[in-house]
């Protein structure tokens, strides 16, 4: 499976879980504290695979070619 698949999957996944955490365990420190982590190291992830697909490629492309 495609990596942004799968860290796509995790931000829902966090997202979903701290919603559910707000709008039915408001009062459950763990378990909006274990939402937040996967929501904050799923983003971590997709924009660490975004910077090394996208942007640091790009960048020595334009330094071989011209």
């Known amino acids: 499976m495609k990596p942004i698949l799968l860290i796509g999957g995790g931000v829902l996944l966090g997202f979903l879980l701290i919603f ?4 039915f365990f408001p009062d459950s420190f763990a378990f909006n504290f274990a ?4 929501l904050i190291i799923s983003l971590v992830a997709l924009f660490g695979w ?3 697909n996208f942007i640091r490629p790009s960048g020595r492309g334009r330094d071989e070619n011209g």
Do not use: E, N, Q, W
């Open 35 to 38: 939402a937040s982590v996967i």
């Open 50 to 52: 975004l910077y090394l």
């Open 20 to 23: 559910t955490g707000i709008g």
